[in-house]
């Protein structure tokens, strides 16, 4: 009896299941991913002289990093570095979760009297609502670019 119970108990459970939904048990798979959702910001620009417009600047060191908040502090956790190549022109890739994120850029003359001396600037990044690209279908959702084109940067004065 108890037998008969149970197998009539069982079919009325996977009725409703199915019902619900659930085509039964076995045919039942998860997809397991481990991860988290992220994307790569790319960061690119040439930078020039403020004073003559023509005048490409090699060898400055532009640092990308993340703003935060400490103690009421505005403070920037920096993330990569790189110098600029003979035009002038630099590229910097961060990855991160994939939504709007902003960056800081610090731009220091990284040679001395080398190609001239140079006004540390700091820059801000903005990736507002930001459109991926080239994506993987899953965790990682491709890459947003922002091109700065030109960034001037100061001559230092000489002294007199």
């Known amino acids: 009896m108890k037998i008969k119970m149970l197998s009539v108990y069982s079919k009325v459970l996977s009725f409703i299941l199915v019902l619900l939904g659930y085509p039964s048990c076995e045919s039942f798979v998860s997809k397991d991913e481990y991860g988290v959702p992220s994307a790569r910001f790319k960061v690119k620009g040439k930078i020039v002289d403020a004073e003559s417009e023509e005048h490409i600047v ?82 990682y959702k491709g890459e947003a670019e922002q091109d700065l084109e030109i960034i001037k940067i100061t001559p230092v004065k000489a002294e007199q």
Request: proline share 4%; no cysteine.
């Open 58 to 139: 090699k060898n400055i060191k532009v640092v990308i990093g993340k703003p935060y908040k400490h103690n009421d502090t505005d403070r920037v956790y920096y993330l990569d570095s790189i110098n600029t190549d003979i035009d002038g022109v630099f590229r910097l890739s961060v990855i991160d979760f994939p939504e709007s994120q902003k960056f800081v850029l610090r731009i220091e003359d990284a040679d001395g009297a080398g190609n001239g001396r140079f006004v540390s600037k700091m820059e801000d990044v903005e990736f507002k609502n930001p459109t991926f690209t080239n994506g993987s279908g899953n965790w």
